[in-house]
């Protein structure tokens, strides 16, 4: 498994990627439809942030997508291929965000979690800290969790 720059031309697959792995906690379509636009990588990503692939034998196991603000770091997206969940790939693209983070100078980590993926940023060393409205349901909240890196 190496983590590689996402390219352009990747952005609509590594979008479809996210909506699986979202699906893999059971949502039904219009749930995961109405993630879309929340979930979908575009051309800004690439040229602000960091976009980066799991690959494996030419094929994306998963993405992170992190956003480094001053001495924050978001972890915008961190999204893992069903086939490849429980393999270790979320904790690598997780480990490249947090070594990336900390190079940059970043003292705190934020994500907003699913409630599903919340037990995985647990054992990343992650603490909710508060809740927050979804960006796709409305009436729905996720928790805000964070990692101090210093």
């Known amino acids: 498994m190496k983590i590689r720059k996402a390219y352009g031309h990747e952005l609509p697959l590594l979008s479809e990627l996210c909506l ?21 990588l ?26 480094l603000e001053g001495t924050t770091a978001e972890l915008d997206k961190l999204f893992v291929d069903p086939k490849w969940i429980g393999k270790g790939v979320g904790r ?12 940059k100078g970043a003292t705190l980590m934020n ?9 995985f ?17 409305p009436g729905r909240t996720l928790p805000h969790m964070r990692l101090q890196l210093d």
């Open 20 to 40: 699986r792995s979202k699906a893999y906690w059971k949502y039904d379509h219009a749930f995961i439809e109405a993630c879309r636009e929340e979930l979908t």
């Open 92 to 103: 690598q693209l997780f480990s490249w965000a947090l070594e990336t983070a900390r190079a």
């Open 111 to 119: 994500v907003v979690a699913d409630p599903g993926a919340a037990p």
């Open 42 to 67: 575009t051309p800004e990503n690439l040229a602000d942030d960091y976009v980066m692939v799991a690959e494996d034998e030419g094929r994306a196991a998963g993405v992170v997508h992190l956003v």
């Open 121 to 137: 940023y647990e054992r990343m060393g992650f603490k909710q800290f508060a809740t927050v409205p979804s960006g796709s349901i």
